[in-house]
C-alpha cells in the first residue's frame, strides 16, 4: 500500500498530462472537435490512472478531464456555460462513468491485494505445516534409528561378551571353544556390517556416492556381493543364473553392494535351508539382477513402505535382528548409476526384487575383459 501512496503523485501529474496531451492534439493537431471522441479518449485515460493509482488521483483526473471536454468540446466553445441541457446529461454521464469506473478498477485491484495476501498468508501457513510435519518425522525417524541401532548393537555385543567368558571356562572342550570362536566371529563380521551400513547412509545423504564404471562380468558382481555377507549366507544355498559371456559397463562396487543387501535380506527373511535364486542377465539396455527368495512374501501393507529408511515390515516382529536399512541403502546407491529397484510377490510364493542398471554391453574378449 506504501508503494501505491508514493505513486500517486506521479500518476496525478500523468494523468493530468495525458488529458492536456490529447486535448492540444485533438485541436490544434488534428483539429478535431467532436465531443463523444475526446469523451470516450478522456474515459480511457482515466480508467488507465484508476487501474494504475489509487481512487482520489482517478476522480481528480476524471474532474480535469470533464472540465476540458465542457471548455473545449461543446458549444459554446472557450467557456465553462452550458447552452444546450443535453450537454448537461452528457457531462454528468462522463462524470459518473469515469467515478463508477475507477471505484471498480480500484475494488478490483484491492481485491487482487487481499487475494494474494491470502495467499500468501496461506503458502506460509502450508510451508510452516510441512516443516513442522518435517521435522516430527524426523523426531520419529531419529528415534526408529537409535532404537533400532542399540538393540542391534546390543544382541552382538551381548554374544560377543557371552563367547568370550565361556573361552575362559577350563571345562569348555575344544569343540565347544571352536564354536564359541565362531560366534565371537559371526557377531563381530554383523558389527562390521552395521557400521559399513551407517557409513553408506551417511555416504548417500551427502551425495558422495559416485558411479564409477568399468567392464565387468555380471558373475565377479555376484561373487563379490556374496562374499560381503558371507555369514549371512552360511544357512542357505546361493543358486546363481547368468545366460551371457558378455561384459557390462557398471560400476562393480555400487552394483554389488546394492546386490549384496538384497541377499542379506533375502537371508534373513526366509528359512534356514531354503534357496536363493539369483539370476543375471545382460541386455542391448543394461544390467538385470533378479534375487528371488522362497519364503513368505512380503506383505501387501508392507509393499508401498518397503525401501523406506528403518522400515521394518510385519514380519520384522518375529526377528530379533535388522535394521531397516538395507533395502534403502541399495535404492540410494543404485539411484547414483541411474539404476532402481523393484520388487514383488512371486506367483508361486517368496519375494522377487529385482535390480536395473542401465549400461552398455560388448563381447568378452579371449584375452581378458577388456
Request: aromatic share 6%.
Amino acid at each position: 500500500m506504501g508503494t501505491v501512496l508514493r505513486r500517486d503523485p506521479f500518476s496525478l501529474v500523468l494523468a493530468i498530462a495525458s488529458v492536456g496531451a490529447i486535448t492540444a492534439g485533438y485541436l490544434l493537431g488534428l483539429h478535431l472537435t467532436n465531443p463523444t471522441t475526446a469523451a470516450l479518449t478522456y474515459l480511457l485515460v482515466v480508467l488507465i490512472t484508476a487501474a494504475a493509482s489509487t481512487l482520489w488521483v482517478a476522480i481528480v483526473a476524471s474532474v480535469m478531464a470533464d472540465l476540458c471536454l465542457n471548455y473545449f468540446f461543446m458549444p459554446p466553445f472557450g467557456t465553462f456555460r452550458i447552452a444546450d441541457p443535453q450537454n448537461w446529461v452528457a457531462l454528468l454521464a462522463f462524470f459518473a462513468v469515469s467515478v463508477i469506473g475507477s471505484r471498480l478498477s480500484t475494488a478490483v485491484r484491492k481485491r487482487e491485494r487481499e487475494a494474494r495476501a491470502q495467499a500468501a498468508e496461506r503458502a506460509q501457513l502450508i510451508e510452516d505445516r510441512n516443516a513442522a510435519e518435517l521435522a516430527r518425522k524426523s523426531e520419529e525417524l531419529k528415534s526408529v534409528m537409535l532404537g533400532s541401532l542399540g538393540h542391534n548393537l546390543k544382541t552382538p555385543l551381548t554374544a560377543i561378551r557371552l563367547s568370550a567368558n565361556n573361552l575362559k571356562a577350563s571345562w569348555l572342550p575344544e569343540t565347544g571353544r571352536e564354536e564359541q570362536a565362531d560366534v565371537i566371529l559371526v557377531e563381530v563380521e554383523r558389527l562390521d556390517r552395521l557400521f559399513h551400513n551407517i557409513l553408506e547412509l551417511a555416504r548417500i545423504d551427502a551425495g558422495a556416492v559416485a558411479a564409477d564404471r568399468r567392464w565387468v562380468h555380471p558373475p565377479e558382481i555376484f561373487e563379490a556381493a556374496r562374499d560381503q555377507v558371507e555369514h549371512s549366507l552360511r544357512q542357505h544355498p546361493v543358486e546363481l543364473a547368468c545366460g551371457s559371456d558378455d561384459l557390462v559397463l557398471v560400476d562393480p562396487r555400487i552394483t554389488g553392494s546394492a546386490l549384496a543387501h538384497l541377499l542379506e535380506n533375502a537371508a534373513q527373511y526366509t528359512r534356514p535351508g531354503s534357496p536363493i535364486n539369483v539370476d543375471m542377465c545382460v541386455s542391448s539396455e543394461g544390467l538385470t539382477v533378479r534375487v528371488r527368495d522362497h519364503g513368505p512374501g512380503i506383505a501387501a501393507g508392507d509393499l508401498p513402505h518397503l525401501f523406506d529408511r528403518f522400515y521394518r515390515g510385519t514380519a520384522a516382529s518375529a526377528r530379533t535382528s535388522g535394521t531397516g536399512m538395507g533395502l534403502s541403502i541399495a535404492r540410494g546407491m543404485l539411484s547414483s548409476e541411474r539404476g532402481r529397484i523393484e520388487v514383488e510377490n512371486a506367483s508361486d510364493g517368496g519375494a522377487q526384487f529385482t535390480i536395473f542398471v542401465p549400461a552398455e554391453r560388448k563381447a568378452a574378449t579371449a584375452g581378458g575383459n577388456a
